[in-house]
C-alpha cells in the first residue's frame, strides 16, 4: 500500500470517526459507533469502513441506519474533505466483530485455565 492510500485511510478513519460521534444520541441512542479499520481502492473511489459497535443490543438495526444514511454520511464527509480530494469516495459499511471474538477466545482461555487448576489442585 502506498503512502498515500495509508494517509487517505487515516484521515477517512478520522473524518467518518467525527461524524458517527456526533450523530451517536441522534442516530444510535447513545450507542457507541466507532471506525476501527478504513481501506480504499488504489484510486480512491471506494472505501471500505469498518465499525465496531458498543452499547448496543441490536447491532444489525445500528447497521441498517447506517446504510440507510449512507448518502447523508458521504455528503457529510464531502464538506470536510472536498478540498483534499477530487473525488469523494463511495463508502461501504462493514461491522467489525473482532472484539466479540477477542471476549469469546478470552473465555474459553478462562475456562481452561480454570480446569487445569482444579485438575492441579486434586
Known amino acids: ?14 473524518e467518518l470517526g467525527t461524524i458517527f460521534q456526533t450523530k ?8 457507541l459507533v466507532t471506525v476501527t479499520e478504513v481501506s480504499s481502492s488504489p484510486d480512491l473511489s471506494y472505501v471500505k ?7 448496543a ?10 446504510e440507510t444514511n449512507n448518502k447523508l454520511i458521504r455528503k457529510e464527509l ?3 474533505i472536498k478540498n483534499a480530494v477530487r473525488i ?13 471474538k477477542v471476549e469469546k477466545f478470552e473465555k474459553i482461555f478462562d ?3 480454570k480446569e487445569r487448576e482444579s485438575r492441579e489442585n486434586k
Do not use: C
Open 1 to 14: 500500500m502506498s503512502t498515500r492510500t495509508e494517509k487517505f485511510n487515516r484521515e477517512m478513519q478520522r
Open 24 to 31: 451517536t444520541n441522534d442516530w444510535f441512542g447513545g450507542a
Open 49 to 55: 469502513a469498518y465499525l465496531s459497535i458498543l452499547g
Open 57 to 66: 443490543k441490536d447491532h444489525a438495526f445500528i447497521m441498517n441506519i447506517v
Open 78 to 80: 464531502a464538506n470536510k
Open 88 to 100: 469523494i469516495p463511495e463508502i461501504q459499511f462493514f461491522e467489525d466483530n473482532s472484539l466479540e
Open 111 to 113: 475456562d481452561l485455565r
